[in-house]
């Protein structure tokens, strides 16, 4: 693969609203695919908004009718804003396109820079992006497995359960918890989209919805992990450096077809 460009595109003060950083990959994609310019990597936080991929269902929405911005990656509904790491890797892939090892270079990348912190962190099988496994967590007084209204309640909303059932709050119940999440889309064999991951935000963001229709899991940042402040000004180079290890040094292959 070619050598990466990464581009800041605004952080803090200069963050950057959706719909701009949107046209921005877009015209970056359209110079990508003529060959115009080389692989690049667009690096920015968000101004506070929730984005739905295709597959984001009415029940996943928030409730009081808060805007949601549609759009064109894979994935479900989840939130970007202040304190969250954004990175839009837009690269040419071989074809057929092999969309899954793609993903899956992305979480190395996170999981390396999670590690450089001192945080493990994994993937969860059938689940995308990257991950704090729970752990039981003895006399911690939380849910009871036996009564836990989400397994049998088809109609349990967590957005109206409370704290006790918040997504932010998945580390206090022992459970799952992402720390980075992933949705892509590839046009004409270049990506768009990327990931999303939680540096230092208010992970309350997550409670109005149901974070990528995941309803027995929850969210996390590596500030609440590691019980320090981890702004994203400290996470940029790290990320930087092994996004580019594992994307200029990863040969990517084309699909077997």
Not at 9 to 34: I, K, N, P, S
């Amino acid at each position: 693969m070619s050598e990466l460009r990464f581009v800041h595109l605004g952080f803090g003060d200069e963050a950057v609203e959706y719909h701009a950083a949107w046209q921005e990959q877009r015209r970056v994609h359209t110079a990508r695919f003529a060959d115009e310019i080389p692989d690049t990597c667009l690096l920015l936080e968000h101004q506070s908004v929730y984005t739905a991929g295709r597959r984001t269902e009415d029940s996943e929405r928030p409730l009081d009718g808060t805007p949601v911005i549609d759009i064109d990656r894979g994935g479900k509904i989840t939130w970007h804003g202040p304190g969250q790491l954004v990175g839009y890797p837009i690269l040419k892939l071989p074809r057929p396109v092999d969309v899954i090892a793609h993903v899956r270079r992305l979480e190395e990348a996170v999981i390396r820079t999670c590690a450089e912190f001192g945080l493990e962190t994994t993937r969860v099988e059938g689940r995308s992006g990257v991950w704090v496994l729970g752990s039981e967590l003895p006399g911690r007084g939380g849910l009871a497995l036996d009564f836990d209204p989400r397994l049998n309640d088809e109609e349990f909303d967590p957005r109206l359960a409370g704290p006790e059932y918040a997504p932010s709050n998945a580390g206090q119940r022992g459970e799952d918890r992402k720390l980075c999440a992933i949705g892509i889309r590839v046009a004409k064999g270049v990506t768009m989209h990327g990931f999303a991951l939680n540096c230092d935000p208010d992970n309350t963001f997550y409670d109005r919805i149901v974070p990528c229709g995941i309803r027995d899991a929850g969210v996390t940042s590596l500030s609440q992990e590691l019980g320090r402040r981890v702004p994203v000004a400290e996470v940029l180079p790290v990320v930087e450096k092994h996004l580019r290890v594992v994307l200029e040094d990863t040969v990517p292959l084309p699909r077997a077809v």
